[in-house]
């Protein structure tokens, strides 16, 4: 598979962000309450995730060692806002319906942890096809958990009724609890048929240690890292 | 012979003795007045409720211990029990399919799920039965014996109408299935006297419960009042039947009497200051949560060290970061210059779609200096506490071809919405009869508050001449001016209705 | 004390739980509710920063964004203001109190990353609040993350990770206590005082 395709392919299923790599919690159980929502949401962050990608893996000679997480965040914090400014004026519904969840794209874990793991030490077309894989992987995973959440809580699939009139729906899905159930099953599910996926991570008790979003270990160390 | 339950050695326990058989008998023994009475009084739907709701309970945890090669344990009796507690909870008219939905869910995520038998730290019944009410709002909350519809003792004592008590001890009244307090207080009695359960935590329960009622309550310390509200909304099955369950409870006599009154406590809160008559299934299972924390009479422990190396000094580094932030900077106000202008564009388009809805056969919308003036005398604050939290936007004026008014526009956004704000047009006429509303800001949660959007909802409001609206929770308004809520988004509802009204009165004010 | 000020705090602490209900700060919930005085020392970390950061963000926006009209910068200045509050009080407290400093400090990089910061600084703003009512509800909502992650800690210090079927130890279970966690949570719902 040539070296693109392979970006693709891991993205989207070898360490999928969401189901895999279990990044970016926050969005996944907030904005899966319908499967258009989780659409717009991965849609959303894969724009952010492409470019910033790009944008850092263009300048991972020029951005100084010390000061890398400050500036992937503001890096990070402009796509958002430009993102956030397009939607308003292009797909208002989608910006009415996300809310605050686009401007907390800034602290996805996806985003940084990417940009440290990955494009601060690749070419940049490398950086870009991992960006486009990672996005697909999880606007795939919202949609998924979104149609699930959307179906069982209110019947509806896409905002088509699916049910008939006479089966009620469980709404307990499409609140809080149920995306806290919905995510424990599928991980479950997962552990059942021997999926690798790095759930223990997020429980991993933390004493202090915890870099989560770019799996480099503690912040000490990491702030020693030389450049590639 | 039953073993003694209680362990009087201090904390902290890693887990609890397991209940024995024995004692689950008993505590279905107990349980049986009032679910005869609820038999007789209700008739056959009422047993097959029960019925489904213990064999739901029972066969799931045989199907989960066979699939997980467990020893079974559906010997010990607690499911039966779980599934008895639930299925008395419940009203007499629900479905059949939601004792069952109810008992799996109790069963397997509350219990089996974290490991059976003693390892639950909330109360399965009780969980399911919020799990119900969450999922089945409507359906949890009908009451209707054979299609007659009445209040329930405790509604109507909120509504301040006269309640027959004698009757309401006995249990003839509307109300779930073992709400019969005679009944009830039997099987507590039965129990306290077989040692199954101890009188530390129903004792502290109901008198802080009484307490809390007596000071904080619309009645005082009534006793013809108190003593209803003790009888009805479950607080006696859930003092003598949930809040004892001792997987779920403190271990210590002391840490017993402290859980109850703080049981009884929350269950006051929520009766008094909650919209809902479920105050005391949340009050237990949230003082669930509470129970590792009486047990545990711990000194906080020495906290960890760690070496930490020194920042290194990086003015050079400032430098570049500085130039990276001017840069983004400069491309953020390019895209927002080209931008600015499509998104007002938007907010527009959507202003006068909407204003066209709400104020149809109008000319021309016009804004009026006379009725700014006063909007802006209005400032940043709400409008009135009585609607919450309540802003009035803007208004414009409709004008037909001959420059006539035929009506006004008010824009009023309620910031009281479940998921956020709200923002609404209200569209009067000379006269101040509402001709619509439509919404402008409305992300609620799907299938629940997202439905005020919809006409069913909306034309309520429609044609109707009053001062205020008044919100129905229950449904089956009659009146003009009484508006249904979204059936299980009251929230959502009660912000429009506040906002709508906030309209009328800001019209009744300043325009009118 | 003010009514609506209270009823600020209870509605952000309780009703509107900033994790049980709008899902923010979901990673150091999940990773640092293991044991409960980890937990602790997190919460009085989180309820400093959030109710400083609540305090700054909102003069910010109110007398310089405002003003210049450059709202739609918020989410820049917010998580750079953040960051930078976060270092200060690092190095602050590094060197005025290292018994202070040993017990919290190791967690304040997590907060800079924890979406429920700029998600409160971000919610003041949508709520029109001014800068004492941002304050307490960025203390409300501290308040309420110190109390969910300390309650979680409980509920995991007991769960016996042996009796846990194999598919469900691990995350699974702890995000299935957060799940009924949030129904109880629910009981808040609806409250007026």
């Known amino acids: 598979m040539n070296k693109y395709a392979e970006r693709i392919y891991n993205g989207v299923v070898k360490e999928n962000p969401s189901l895999i790599l279990m990044l970016g919690m926050c969005p996944t159980l907030a904005v899966t309450t319908s499967a258009v929502n989780g659409i717009g949401m991965g849609l959303s962050t894969l724009a952010v995730l492409i470019f910033s990608n790009l944008i850092i893996s263009f300048m991972r000679k020029i951005i100084p060692d010390q000061v890398r997480l400050p500036a992937y965040i503001v890096i990070v914090a402009s796509l958002v806002t430009v993102v956030d400014l397009l939607l308003q004026a292009y797909a208002p519904d989608l910006y009415a319906a996300l809310g605050i969840y686009i401007p907390l794209i800034v602290v996805n874990c996806i985003i940084l942890g990417r940009a440290e793991a990955y494009a601060n030490k690749v070419e940049p077309g490398l950086a870009l096809f991992d960006g486009l894989g990672m996005g697909l992987g999880f606007t795939i995973a919202l949609t998924l958990i979104g149609m699930i959440r959307e179906l069982l809580g209110s019947g509806k699939l896409f905002g088509f009724s699916i049910l008939p009139d006479s089966v009620s729906p469980i709404a307990i899905f499409v609140k809080a609890p149920g995306a806290f159930l919905v995510i424990a099953l599928i991980i479950a599910v997962m552990n059942a048929l021997h999926i690798k996926n790095n759930s223990a991570d997020l429980v991993k008790g933390c004493d202090g240690c915890c870099n989560h979003c770019s799996k480099s270990g503690c912040q000490n160390e990491y702030k020693e890292d030389k450049p590639v | 012979m039953n073993e003694k339950l209680l362990n009087m050695s201090s904390s902290p326990h890693v887990r609890h003795r397991l209940t024995t058989g024995a004692v689950m008998t008993d505590v279905t023994l107990a349980l049986l007045p009032a679910a005869v ?11 097959l409720i029960l019925l489904i709701s213990v064999a739901s309970a029972v066969v799931t945890e045989f199907l989960y211990d066979m699939a997980a090669k467990k020893p079974l344990t559906i010997k010990d009796g607690s499911a039966v029990v779980t599934g008895l507690l639930l299925g008395l909870s419940l009203s007499p008219a629900v479905p059949l399919y939601l004792p069952c939905l109810g008992s799996v869910f109790a069963i397997l995520f509350v219990k089996c799920f974290f490991g059976g038998l003693g390892k639950n730290f909330m109360n399965p019944a009780l969980t399911g039965r919020c799990f119900l009410l969450i999922s089945f709002g409507s359906a949890m909350t009908n009451f209707s014996v054979d299609g007659v519809s009445s209040a329930t003792p405790l509604a109507a004592l909120r509504a301040g109408e006269a309640v027959n008590l004698s009757q309401t001890v006995l249990g003839y009244t509307t109300g779930v299935i073992g709400g019969s307090a005679i009944a009830l207080l039997i099987g507590g009695i039965f129990l306290l006297i077989t040692g199954g359960i101890t009188f530390e935590i129903p004792a502290a329960f109901i008198a802080s419960f009484a307490v809390f009622m007596g000071l904080f309550g619309d009645q005082g310390f009534d006793p013809s009042s108190l003593l209803l509200h003790i009888c009805g909304g479950g607080v006696l099955m859930g003092a003598f ?27 006051g809160l929520f009766r008094v200051y909650g919209s809902s008559a479920d105050s005391v299934s949340y009050a237990i299972i949230i003082a669930n949560m509470t129970v590792p924390f009486i047990d545990k009479i711990s000194v906080p422990k020495p906290l960890g060290y760690r070496s930490i190396s020194g920042k290194p000094q990086f003015p050079k580094a400032a430098v570049n970061l500085t130039i990276i932030t001017l840069c983004a900077g400069l491309a953020l106000s390019s895209v927002y210059l080209l931008t600015k ?3 007002e564009e938007q907010k527009l388009a959507a202003n006068a779609a909407s204003y066209k809805e709400v104020c149809p ?7 009026d200096d006379a009725i700014n003036t006063k909007i802006e005398a209005l400032g940043d604050g709400i409008y009135d506490e009585k609607f919450g939290k309540t802003f009035i936007n803007n208004v414009v004026v409709g004008k037909d071809a001959a420059d006539t008014t035929v009506g006004y526009v008010i824009s009023v956004s309620s910031g009281d919405g479940y998921d956020g704000t709200i923002t609404l047009s209200v569209g009067l006429d000379t006269e101040g009869t509402v001709l619509g509303i439509s919404f402008t800001e409305l992300h609620e949660t799907a299938g629940m508050g997202m439905l005020c959007g919809e006409d ?32 299980g988004a009251s929230t959502s509802s009660g912000a429009v209705v506040n906002a709508v009204n906030t309209a009328l009165a800001f019209y009744a004010s300043s325009i009118r | 004390m003010n009514t609506s000020l209270l009823l600020i705090i209870i509605t952000t602490a309780l009703v509107n739980n900033v994790v049980l209900s709008q899902f923010l700060g979901i990673c150091s919930f999940l990773g640092v509710s293991k044991q409960i005085k980890t937990s602790l020392s997190l919460g009085v970390a989180v309820i400093f920063v959030i109710t400083l950061s609540s305090g700054v963000a909102s003069l910010l926006y109110d007398f310089l964004l405002v003003p210049l009209h450059l709202e739609y910068l918020e989410t820049i200045v917010f998580i750079l203001v953040i960051a930078a509050l976060v270092q200060i009080v690092e190095m602050f407290l590094k060197k005025t109190s290292p018994a202070i400093y040993n017990a919290l400090g190791i967690y304040l990089p997590l907060i800079t990353t924890n979406c429920a910061v700029l998600g409160v600084a971000l919610t003041n703003v949508q709520d029109g609040y001014n800068f004492i009512q941002s304050v307490t509800a960025g203390f409300g909502t501290a308040v309420g993350y110190t109390i969910s992650i300390v309650l979680l800690a409980g509920i995991r210090e007991r769960i016996d990770e042996a009796s846990v079927p194999l598919p469900f130890r691990g995350a699974p279970v702890v995000l299935l206590s957060a799940a009924l966690m949030s129904i109880a949570f629910m009981g808040f719902a609806g409250l007026s005082l």
Do not use: C, W
């Not at chain 2, 009475?37 to 009422?46: L, N, Q």
């Not at chain 2, 001792?246 to 859980?259: A, E």
């Not at chain 2, 056969?361 to 804004?367: G, L």
């Not at chain 2, 909802?457 to 919100?471: P, Y």
């Open chain 2, 37 to 47: 009475f609820g038999i007789y009084r209700y008739g056959i739907h009422a047993f």
């Open chain 2, 341 to 343: 202008d499509k998104i």
């Open chain 2, 361 to 367: 056969d109008v000319e021309s919308f016009v804004s």
């Open chain 2, 241 to 267: 039947f949930m809040a004892t369950d001792p997987v779920t409870s403190p271990v210590t006599s002391r840490g017993q009497l402290l859980y109850g009154a703080v049981t009884g406590i929350l269950s």
């Open chain 2, 456 to 487: 069913a909802f909306r034309s309520q409001f429609t044609g109707v001449n009053t001062d205020a609206f008044i919100l129905n929770k229950a449904g089956g308004s009659t009146a003009d001016n009484e508006i249904d809520s979204v059936s």
